[in-house]
């Protein structure tokens, strides 16, 4: 795949098949060691309903670029979706989201005890996981369980200034950056970093590799943000603007807030926060509104910048295919727009 065959979406896809049937073999795997079985559904049910497994699948391509993509990189990209996947239930429930990747959330197929305990279990065989892979030496196992749970104590802040915000009238759009870098763009951090480490690349050459993840990671949430505004149920999994009723402050709000006449800020607070009270005429009038605003354009615009930055942070690698794929997957995800 040359420079110019980047941009096609098809390309990415096959480049995540490579790794993830893999990581999918060790998720099962480690899942399978849990013997009671109620929790275990509860642990497989949004496993199952699948998904695009993109963090699980970064560090065999950091790998790859790296030259020397092994086993351990798909024990690593398990154990970051397994993590990733305790956190998706535990947002639900905190979210009251009933819908995940087109299924019931877990905590609505089973209960909500059973999917805080599901969550938990899967935190602990990732790390149980990735502490016994034979394939990460131990002083490298070591370095990246510690950064692990600083990324997952990360998580948890970003986690808990999002829900601060949803009370908050006054966010600014540094402090959303500062929100989503803990909630979402940390995972994607430790996966280009610890994806370099293990391949035995540099400590410079790691932490370009964080900055990308860093990068990458910022504009995945902020793109994913305006897919929530502008994808149908069918397309995202997600009922449309679910965030946006659920009165979460992502970039495209924070914008529409600070620039709205009174007359627009009343439409927009018809639907901020208001759940399930909001009816389709007011959902779409809210959303013609961020339109009108520019505000969309704007989110998508600093999504641009974080995406040239991840470009920026690849430049010191060696040209060829397997840098190809890292600048594939770093425009596709400004092509998820369309």
Not at 70 to 87: C, D, R, S
Not at 101 to 129: C, K, P, Q
Not at 155 to 173: A, H, K, N, P, R
Not at 248 to 276: R, Y
Request: glycine share 8%.
């Amino acid at each position: 795949m040359g420079e110019s065959d980047v941009f096609r979406i098809e390309d990415v896809h096959e480049i995540l098949d490579q790794p993830r049937s893999r990581v999918e073999e060790v998720m099962r795997a480690a899942v399978e060691q849990v013997v009671q079985p109620r929790l275990k559904s509860a642990m497989l049910h949004l496993l199952e309903a699948g998904g695009k497994r993109l963090r699980a699948t970064i560090p065999w391509l950091v790998g790859h670029a790296m030259g020397d993509a092994h086993k351990g990189h798909i024990e690593l990209g398990a154990t970051l979706e397994l993590i990733h996947n305790f956190t998706l239930i535990h947002d639900d429930i905190m979210d009251d989201d009933l819908l995940r990747r087109g299924r019931s959330s877990v905590h609505v197929e089973f209960d909500i005890a059973t999917a805080l305990n599901a969550g938990d279990a899967l935190f602990a065989i990732a790390i149980e996981r990735l502490a016994g892979a034979a394939e990460v030496p131990p002083h490298l196992a070591l370095r990246i369980v510690r950064n692990i749970a600083g990324m997952v104590r990360r998580l948890s802040d970003g986690q808990q200034m999002d829900m601060d915000f949803e009370s908050q009238s006054d966010v600014s759009e540094e402090e959303y950056i500062t929100m989503i870098e803990g909630k979402t763009a940390a995972i994607f951090e430790i996966a280009g970093w610890a994806g370099a480490l293990i391949s035995g690349a540099p400590e410079s050459t790691a932490e370009s590799m964080r900055i990308w993840g860093r990068e990458l990671g910022l504009c995945f949430q902020i793109v994913d943000d305006t897919i929530d505004l502008l994808a149908d149920t069918s397309k995202s999994g997600k009922q449309q603007g679910s965030d946006l009723m659920q009165g979460k402050q992502t970039l495209v709000v924070i914008h529409a807030l600070n620039h709205a006449t009174s007359e627009q800020q009343a439409l927009i607070q018809a639907v901020l926060g208001h759940g399930d009270q909001v009816d389709t005429a007011s959902l779409t009038a809210c959303l013609n509104v961020l339109v009108e605003l520019g505000s969309i354009a704007h989110a998508l615009e600093r999504a641009h910048q974080s995406h040239d930055r991840a470009l920026e942070s690849l430049s010191s690698l060696e040209d060829g295919e397997a840098k190809d794929l890292l600048v594939a997957l770093t425009h596709y995800q400004l092509e998820r727009e369309t």
